[in-house]
């Protein structure tokens, strides 16, 4: 069959909307009609050259969408299920997965080649074959994903909407509550409120933080974490620090999060100094691999037994968050609607990600009936 997709041919160029041949879905494999992709910064890395995937490549790694068709052996999924996707598989088996650790499973490995777990691609053009960013490429109309990346969810939920829940909502609130695992009383910086960031934001208000410090340079986005559950903002680090150090009597944060568009040194630097002793630094954004992006003092590291963590997925598990997330959805604890600034056509996404680089969303959404 035919789909629609952006692509990306190679780094530093927009994204090339383009019409691909899909192949039918093989063993453990489903075909999906996409509704809804969001615009993550994660896939700008890769338009932009920060990060380099295998090319061609469909990007999109947070998507929504419904089953059309499943492969041999599928028995989890039927077509007319709804679903939302998780841009890290989960094979259930490997040893992340059965140690409680799934956003490390192994399948994750070929993320970025974008190839199904068999190793090959459902995606060709002119006898080329693309990868999806993530095995899943959302900036499809359709696509062949594995069903280790797919969560059924009830049908009456906004596919639109909930669309986040498969990368900026679990990413930025398990920031919060597992990798720096929040507790009633902190006080949390967050330094970068996009798509990511806010959803650290609304998770360290929800664990109990009595400090919510939200650092942004745009006015716009610390409105929206001000709405959303910080209680207070700024619009630089060095504002931050001394606003911490006031209501800490200088003790200082006891976690922060880095959720920035693209991480540096200074950044985390910045993070780093705002921590108590015995505080946690959660890393959360992404750059070039090849750069050297954390430079600290190891004496104060070890003096002050700070902590450095990363974060993949916010450190839970797909299988889990996502299905828990829409419930608070529901519950009206964690807000979605709120978060989606802009909606765009397939057409439109090199329109929407200029708006994500002038800072005007907190998430753009591609909607596939626009
Ligand atoms: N680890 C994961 O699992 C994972 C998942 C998704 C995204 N990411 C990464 O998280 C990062 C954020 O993604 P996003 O989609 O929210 O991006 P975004 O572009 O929507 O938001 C980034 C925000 O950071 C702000 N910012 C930039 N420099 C800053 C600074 N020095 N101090 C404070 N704020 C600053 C920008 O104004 C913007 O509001 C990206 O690097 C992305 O690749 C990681
Ligand atoms: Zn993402
Ligand atoms: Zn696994």
Not at 194 to 222: C, F, M, T, W, Y
Not at 258 to 276: E, K, L, Q, Y
Request: proline share 4%; aromatic share 4%; with cysteine.
């Amino acid at each position: 069959m035919k789909t629609k997709a952006a692509i990306l041919r190679e780094a530093g160029k927009d994204f090339e909307v383009t019409e691909l041949d899909l192949d039918p879905p093989k063993a453990g494999e489903v075909l999906i009609r996409y509704v809804a992709a969001g615009l993550c910064h994660s896939d700008e890395h890769l338009r932009h050259g920060d990060i380099v995937p295998r090319f061609p490549m469909v990007g999109g790694h947070e998507g929504a969408g419904i089953i059309e068709e499943v492969g041999a052996g599928v028995t989890r999924l039927a077509p007319g299920d709804h679903v939302v996707c998780s841009f890290v598989p989960v094979c259930g088996h490997c040893r992340w997965c059965s140690t409680g650790k799934s956003n490390l499973c192994d399948l994750g490995a070929t993320v970025l080649d974008g190839c199904l777990p068999d190793g090959t691609y459902r995606f060709h053009q002119d006898g080329v074959d693309l990868g999806g960013m993530c095995m899943l490429g959302t900036f499809s109309e359709r696509a062949v994903i594995s069903e280790h990346s797919a969560i059924k969810v009830d049908d009456d939920l906004p596919l639109d909407k909930v669309v986040l829940v498969g990368c900026g909502v679990p990413t930025g609130f398990g920031s919060a509550v597992h990798a720096a695992a929040t507790e009633p009383g902190d006080t949390i910086a967050i330094y970068g409120i996009g798509g990511v960031g806010i959803n650290s934001v609304q998770g360290a208000a929800l664990a109990g933080a009595r400090h919510v410090v939200a650092i942004d340079p745009l006015a716009n986005k610390r409105e929206m974490a001000q709405r959303l559950g910080a209680t207070h903002t700024c619009a630089t680090a060095e504002e931050a620090q001394d606003l911490i150090a006031q209501l800490t009597c200088g003790v200082g944060a006891d976690k922060a999060i880095v959720t920035v568009d693209v991480v540096t040194a200074d950044v985390v630097t910045h993070a780093f100094n705002a921590i108590r002793k015995g505080g946690t630094v959660v890393v959360t954004s992404l750059a070039d691999p090849t750069k050297v992006t954390i430079q600290l003092s190891g004496a104060l590291l070890t003096l002050f037994e700070k902590r450095i963590q990363g974060s993949l997925f916010g450190s839970g598990d797909p299988f889990h968050d996502i299905p828990r997330m829409i419930e608070l959805y529901r519950s009206g604890h964690l807000k979605l609607d709120e978060l989606i600034t802009q909606t765009y056509s397939l057409e439109q996404i090199n329109q929407g990600y200029r708006d994500l680089l002038d800072g005007k969303n907190i998430r753009g959404v591609i909607r596939y009936d626009s």
